[in-house]
């Protein structure tokens, strides 16, 4: 996963943490962690931030909504440290070792895996992506290009050209649906004091 573009590696925590959360969803559809593990996607948008959400540990115990904050929490650390240059290939790595510990029969899950990895590896590696370099005074290391949700789907021909406006319209929709938790330009400067 190191070869991949930390974005890339974000999209599979992302697509891992669906799997979960479809695995649980028959005892627990809590629309709070759909809605949040979907508003991840609007951290790689230039007009949308994700926001942080914790949710209180009383609501989330046992088995089963255990499960669902734990795959919540990789997502959680993953928007933490995105700015620090972290090695975000540790997240998808985590979410899909999770995710071999909770969802059975765990084939299809594999399957869709080894797929997308080998997407990812020829469109979103950094080779593919030009091996692009921090500048010192960049406020954020390099994340790679922005995906959209089509590129979890191995049935789409995905095209990454097509993604920032993929990506733009799926956001606008979650935002369309109520997603509470994806922010704008303008939520995103009110609370951090600062554009992005």
Known sequence: MLNLSHNANLALAIGSANWILARFAAWDDDRKAWDFVNAVWAEMSE???????????????????GSIVTAMTILFDALDERGNNPTMADRSTWMDNFAHHVITPIGPYEIWFEQIVRRFERTHSWEAEGWPKPDLFDDRFPQGRVLSPEALDPEIDYRPEAAPDALRRYVDRLRRDG??????????????????
């Open 179 to 196: 997603n509470l938790f994806v922010l704008d330009a303008d939520e995103v400067a009110d609370s951090q004091g600062r554009r992005r």
């Open 47 to 65: 007009d949308y931030a994700c926001t942080h959400y914790y949710p209180p540990d009383d609501e989330w115990r046992g088995p089963i909504r």
